[in-house]
């Protein structure tokens, strides 16, 4: 099993920023990707980004690239989202997912552990 723990949620204005963080403990690699997905009330579990188990391949959402930063830190089994210039439609539970291997996919359907979520609510 793996556990995954967020932080970092909270409230911030529109162009201000917020760093989530996501540790994960048990029987995990570091070689597996890690990713961040969002959801939105009344809507499904979108793809943010995702990151390689070696942290050289990243990908984002087109409507967070160049604002959103993923990075990992395999010493310590985290992940982190540096989210900057955010905007109201950026609201929504921020979740971290742990892939079941060293795919990196952008569907939710090829990752195996989640964590609780985090809020993140942008006023205007």
């Known amino acids: 099993q793996v556990q995954l723990v967020e932080s970092g949620g909270g409230l911030v204005q529109a162009g201000g920023s917020l760093r989530l963080s996501c540790a994960a403990s048990?029987?995990?690699?570091?070689?597996?990707?890690m990713a961040w997905f969002r959801q939105a009330p009344g809507k499904g579990r979108d793809f943010v980004s995702v990151?390689?188990?070696?942290?050289?391949?990243?990908w984002y959402a087109d409507s967070v690239k160049g604002r959103f930063t993923i990075s990992r830190d395999n010493a310590k089994n985290t992940v982190t989202l540096q989210m900057n210039s955010l905007k109201p439609e950026d609201t929504a539970v921020y979740y971290c997912?742990?892939?079941?291997?060293?795919?990196?996919?952008?569907?939710?359907?090829?990752?195996?552990?989640w964590g609780q979520g985090t809020q993140v609510t942008v006023s205007s």
């Open positions: 048990g029987r995990t690699s570091s070689n597996f990707a």
């Open positions: 997912a742990v892939g079941r291997s060293a795919y990196v996919s952008t569907s939710y359907q090829d990752y195996g552990y």
């Open positions: 990151i390689s188990g070696s942290g050289v391949s990243k």
